[in-house]
Every structure is written in structure tokens, then in C-alpha cells.
């Protein structure tokens, strides 16, 4: 077995910048404002904090407080509080989703890089061209060059381990980060025409609302908040118990919100700016970034530098969530069979590079090759992010209230914060609100894919 002292993380600010950076990823920059334009602009936004601050402070919660009152990655923390099958299907469910999750992002990754790449060699123009994209992800040898590229960088930073590699990487990103959507963001809002998208984005319009704004801003918060993903279960195994659970949980939960917000000031405005105020220019979904954005800022004052500092910040961004589902991975991988760091970061490099090739070659010489009519890639997502996270939210939500019970977590939080400020929002949430939530989002996103329903 063995038999290695446990990282931890330095204190607060290591936890809350690394669980922020698992958060903050491509989810945040180019998911949340497509989505925030199709589902109603301001109103999305609206009901998205109030879920933020209700469904996702529950989760993370929950999660951060099982993973430090267990001092184990999610398999070793649910069976903790039982091995029959509940607590046992729980555990391996966030403990593959991570393993599934990080070869496919991987090789999103790995587009981003390429990107970036252009645009410092100054190919913005032929970036620009509606056919690079779509030419790109077909070449399977390219898409795979990068992709391996991208795996690399995460596999070097994972190898370090918790304080020296993945603290000291968030401590010197998540800044950057930060620095980088300010410049953008204000650069975005002063173009000509550009107010109007920013009254779209911020101002809430009850008019826009359905019931689609709910199910997609509860499924946008998966994405955002790194839930059910067992990631915050193994960043909370770190945790010290000194540091304040409900106080970094809400620091996550503003550092998340605000990056999110930023993305969507980011690029609505741009593209309002850009389309003369054509909303419908923001539906393209995850063309945006490689196809919209690039047009855009090919039509801008110093667009090549723009599409610098954007593709430099999506990249961070991508960085540090990849770097927390592999460092998931390692930890499940070190706790339940006894592997060192470096024999697990090997092993789930290789993972990454099989499952991820499949990704790669899903839109060029695998495209012949589909499942339930989804290239590869899509079909990780679907499987991963519509299927298994709301099963494994579900499977916590059950931990909680059934095996570990809800007062173990509440003494967790009142062992280092000495009071529970929103225990009765903790509590309504995750008996009642939290499993319907879930439930619904699995019901209508498996009907979508089999045509049941229109989101």
C-alpha cells in the first residue's frame, strides 16, 4: 500500500483559488453567455445567482464537508458511511465522472491552444474564415498534436501534487485570469452599439422567462460550480479543518459568479456590437468561440491582441478545471488501490490519451462512427454532464440525508466557522429542492437527446 503523507492545501486561500479554478472553466467563458442570451438575457442571469446561492452553496457544502470529514477522495469518503450499494455506486459514479470528463475536455483544450498559437503567430485573418474550424477539428493529426500538447501541461502541473502544483498554479492563474477578463470585458462594452448588450445581458426582462431558463441556468450550474464531479469532495479532503467551509464555499460561489458575469460582458456586448444588435448571433452555441469570436475580433482595433489575451484566458481557465478532474482521478486512484502520484498521473495520462484520440478523430477520420447519433466527443458530454452528474448529485444528496445524516455535515461547518449562518437554506435544500432539481434536469436532458422535448 501506499503509505505517503496526504497533501493538503497551505490554508484558505489555496482552497478557495484552486476550487475556484476548478469552477471557473470553459463551461463559464463560452457556455454561460450562450446560454444566458437564449434563455432571456438579464432573467437568465437573475435566476442563475438566486440557484447559485441556494442550490449551488447547498452542494458545495455538502461536498467540501464529506470530503474533510472523511479525509478521503469519493469513493473511500461515501463508503465511509456505509458499503452497501448506495454509498458504493455514489462513490465510483464521482470518481469515474472526472476519469470520462477529463479526455474530452482535453481535447477542447487542445483547439484552444491552437488558437492561441495563431493568433501570436498573427494568423487572426485566416482564423477569421468561417471553414478554419470546422477544416481543423477534421485533421485528425492536428487535433491530436494539440490535444496531446494540452494533456501535457496538465500531467506536469498534477505530477508536483496539491501544495506545489495545483495551489501554486491557481495562486498564479486565477489572478491572471481575473486581470485578463477586466481588460477584455472593458475593451468589449465601449464598442459602438455595445450598450445594447450589455442592457440585454444585465437588465431582467420577465417577458424572456420559461421554464427552459431554470432547467438550463440549474444545468449551467454543474458546469460552473464543479458539483457532482468529485472534485470538491477531494479538494475538501485537503482542507484543514481551521479553515472556514461556509466561508470559502461563498467566496467560490462570488469568484465563480463574477468570472461567469465577466464572460457574459465579455462577449454578448461584442457580438450585440458586431451583429448590430442581433441577438440571435449569440445562439451559435459552441461555435461561438472558435467562429463568432474569431470574426469579431478580426473586425476590431488591435483584434489580433484581443484574441490574445482571450484565447490566453480561456486557456488558464481550461487549465485549471482539467487540472482538477485529473487530480480527482489521482487521488480515487492513490486512495482505493495504493498507487503512488507518479504511477496514477502516469495511468491516467494514458487514459486521457486512448479516450481522448477517440474525441480527436470523432470529427475527421472517426466521424462514420457515432452513438445515439453523437460523434464521440458529444457523446462524453452527454453522458458525463446530462446523465451521470445529476445521478451522482442525486447520490449525494442521499449520502447526506440517509447515511451520514445531515447534522455530521453541520458539525463539520461549526468546527472551524463556530456557526452555520445559512443552516436552514442548507438544510430545505438539500431534503427537498436539491434531489427534484437533479431529477429534472436528467428527465429533461435524456428526453431532449431522444427528441421528446425542445430546449
Known sequence: MNNQKRGSFTGKLGFVLSAAG?????????????????????????????????????????ETAIGRATQKSPVGAFR??????????????????????????????????????????GNESTLAQESFFGAFISNGFSTELWFVVFVLM????????????????????????????????????????????????????????????????MGQMFYSLSIAMGILITFGSYMKKDVSIEGSTMQVEVFDTAIAILAGMMIIPAVFSFSGGDASALKAGPSLMFITMPKIFAGMDFGRIIGILFFALVLFAALTSAIALTECAVSVFSDQFGWSRTFGTVLIGVIMLALGTLSCLGYGPLSFITILGMPFLDFFDFLT????MPISALMICLLVTRYMGIEKVEEEVVQSDH?????????????????????????????????????
Open 154 to 217: 496538465i500531467l506536469v502541473v498534477i505530477f508536483f501534487g496539491v501544495e506545489n502544483g495545483i495551489e501554486r498554479v491557481s495562486k498564479f492563474m486565477m489572478p491572471v485570469l481575473v486581470v485578463l477578463a477586466l481588460i477584455i470585458t472593458v475593451y468589449s462594452v465601449t464598442r459602438p452599439g455595445a450598450l445594447a448588450g450589455v442592457k440585454y445581458f444585465l437588465i431582467p426582462n420577465p417577458a424572456n422567462f420559461s421554464w427552459m431558463t431554470v432547467i438550463s441556468a
Open 385 to 388: 454532464n446530462s446523465v451521470m
Open 419 to 455: 456557526t452555520f449562518r445559512r443552516r436552514g437554506v442548507f438544510r430545505f435544500m438539500i431534503r427537498t429542492l436539491c434531489p427534484v432539481f437533479v431529477v429534472l434536469i436528467l428527465v429533461s436532458s435524456v428526453a431532449n437527446v431522444f427528441g421528446w422535448i425542445s430546449m
Open 22 to 62: 476548478a469552477s471557473v472553466g470553459l463551461g463559464n467563458i463560452w457556455r454561460f453567455p450562450y446560454l444566458a442570451a437564449k434563455y432571456g438575457g438579464g432573467i437568465f442571469l437573475l435566476v442563475y445567482i438566486l440557484l447559485a446561492l441556494t442550490f449551488g452553496y447547498t452542494m458545495i457544502i455538502a
Open 80 to 121: 465511509t458511511y456505509g458499503k452497501d450499494f448506495a454509498p458504493t455506486f455514489g462513490g465510483w459514479i464521482n470518481a469515474i465522472i472526472p476519469i470520462l470528463i477529463c479526455p474530452y475536455y482535453s481535447v477542447i483544450g487542445g483547439w484552444v491552444c491552437k488558437y492561441l498559437f495563431e493568433y501570436i503567430r
